[in-house]
Nanobody
Framework: QVQFVESGGGLVQPGGSLRLSCAASGNISNSDMGWYRQAPGKRREWLARISWTGAKLYSSSVKGRFAISRDNAKNAVHLQMSSLKPEDTAVYYC????????WGQGTQVTVSS
């Protein structure tokens, strides 16, 4: 069982940027990985995925603003977020795509002036 620790969240003004990181406790180099978020009172939402070969896919809500990347040598996945909007406020998580591992604690992103 792989565990995840997300970091890099915080308070940012609308239009600002943040870079989130996800550290995995085990080998994820052969897994497709994704970023997800959950806003208060809403269901967890898929945002972006990156295959083990590096192919990327984004949801329509973040396409063009967020960029996912991975560092297999460090078992890490990152999410570069720009042009942030108040509706991006949520707790952000990473996990394997498809068959999930246990969810980490996530990292809080708050977009507010």
């Amino acid at each position: 069982q792989v565990q995840f620790v997300e970091s890099g969240g915080g308070l940012v003004q609308p239009g600002g940027s943040l870079r989130l990181s996800c550290a995995a406790s085990g080998n994820i180099s052969n897994s497709d990985m994704g970023w997800y978020r959950q806003a208060p009172g809403k269901r967890r939402e898929w945002l972006a995925r990156i295959s083990w070969t590096g192919a990327k896919l984004y949801s329509s809500s973040v396409k063009g603003r967020f960029a996912i990347s991975r560092d297999n040598a460090k078992n890490a996945v990152h999410l570069q977020m720009s042009s942030l909007k108040p509706e991006d406020t949520a707790v952000y998580y990473c996990n394997r795509v498809g068959e999930f591992y246990s969810w980490g604690q996530g990292t809080q992103v708050t977009v507010s002036s």
